[in-house]
């Protein structure tokens, strides 16, 4: 019999949100500035505790509309951790600016090196982008200080990390611009879809008009600055209130799931939890470190054939200039991340991971270490 399969992710959907998209459908305005565009971004604001949120169309956009704000184009640099997402670094090509690939401390932390990053900066450098992987917390204040110092944007891409606290803080409220995606496999899902977060009025309102073909915040024509279409259609925006009020609800039971996860594994020799440094997971994704990339493979392998599904393995994670994406971009090796990349393997810790699975994940790391 062919195993279940158990992936990262787990949409949480009730009637309650069918009949919120069906009103949203039926109110007549099914454009990205219905009135519930503004209702679910002002809901965005209050439940993250920053003045504005924006609603766009991907998280891929929100990064793209991030770079347009700081004013990031033809000529510039923008620092992006090796460990990033493809989806980080796409935008930066879009805006005709160029990725530079840092590296992470050490091994076991997606946060990036600030005596890496400090040597990676130039007259051209504008921004940088921080990315808490799998919901796991990473970058601290000293990169929020030295983009002070430096007159750069800071930028989180905060597309995995619904919910997730670092210090008194939640990730994608600390930079100037934090970058959400609500895709399907998201805390608070929209199908596709995307939101940024800012502290700053003038920045959402050049948001509002960069994703709206230049039409400015407080109204009047299209073109009177430079613009995309990246709206959020009112059916989606009715659905991601229903899924931000469900978001404490679900931070706490994946959290639930990967405590336990994490206590099960904690003593076992050649696989550990991927270690939580300055902060609080969302519990996006239960992440291991495995000794040595052998072992990595072997358990993700493992593990696929009883369901359950590793995101590393089925991204082909690895350094961004090693996708063929990236191929003309010139890069130095970040020999952390290509460590950390291939020592990666994740759990599933979502609602519908059941007792008896987390006991299968459990029961297969130990036979794979030989415990
Ligand atoms: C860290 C990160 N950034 C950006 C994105 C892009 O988001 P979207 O798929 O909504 O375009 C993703 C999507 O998985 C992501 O994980």
């Not at 956009?61 to 923008?78: F, I, N, R, T, W």
């Not at 009047?220 to 209130?241: E, I, T």
């Not at 952390?336 to 991971?353: D, F, I, K, T, Y």
């Amino acid at each position: 019999m062919t195993p279940k399969t158990v992936d990262t992710a787990h949409p949480l959907l009730d009637e309650t949100d069918t009949a919120e998209v069906l009103a949203a459908l039926s109110s007549g305005d099914l454009s990205g500035t219905a009135p519930v565009v503004a209702v679910y971004e002002r809901a965005l604001a209050d439940r993250f505790g920053v003045h504005r949120a924006v609603a766009c169309s991907s998280g891929t956009a929100a990064v793209h509309l991030s770079l347009l704000a700081a004013d990031v184009g033809a000529g510039d640099e923008v620092i992006v951790p090796a460990t990033a997402p493809v989806m980080t670094a796409m935008p930066v090509l879009a805006v005709g600016a160029r990725p530079i690939f840092a590296d992470v401390t050490d091994s076991a932390s997606f946060a990036l090196s600030l005596s890496d990053v400090r040597g990676r900066l130039t007259s051209r450098t504008r921004a940088i982008v921080s990315v808490a992987m799998w919901g796991y917390p990473a970058d601290g204040e000293a990169l929020a200080a030295l983009c002070t110092r430096r007159g750069l944007t800071l930028i989180e891409d905060a597309a995995q990390a619904h919910g997730t606290r670092t210090g008194s803080r939640l990730v994608g409220t600390r930079g100037h611009l934090g970058a959400f995606s609500t895709h399907l496999r998201k805390l608070i899902t929209t199908g596709e879809g995307g939101f940024l977060l800012t502290d700053d009025e003038t920045t959402a309102d050049r948001l509002v008009a960069l994703r709206n073909a230049g039409k400015a915040a407080t109204g009047g024509q299209f073109g009177r600055s430079f613009g995309l279409n990246f709206k959020l259609p009112a059916m989606s925006a009715a659905l991601g209130l229903r899924q931000l009020a469900r978001l404490d609800q679900r931070v706490t039971a994946r959290r639930t799931i990967r405590d336990r996860l994490a206590a099960a594994l904690e003593s076992m020799d050649g696989v550990k939890p991927f270690p939580v440094r300055d902060g609080t997971p969302n519990g996006y994704a239960t992440l291991l470190l495995a000794d040595d990339a052998h072992l990595a493979v072997v358990l993700a392998e493992e593990l696929a054939q009883a369901g359950f599904v590793s995101d590393p393995r089925r991204y082909g994670y690895r350094p961004l200039y090693d996708y063929d994406a990236f191929a003309d971009v010139p890069a130095d090796a970040c020999p952390n991340a290509a460590q950390l990349c291939s020592r990666l393997v994740s759990l599933p810790c979502h609602e519908g991971v059941t007792p008896a699975d987390e006991q299968r994940m459990i029961d297969i790391a130990r036979q794979v270490v030989g415990a």
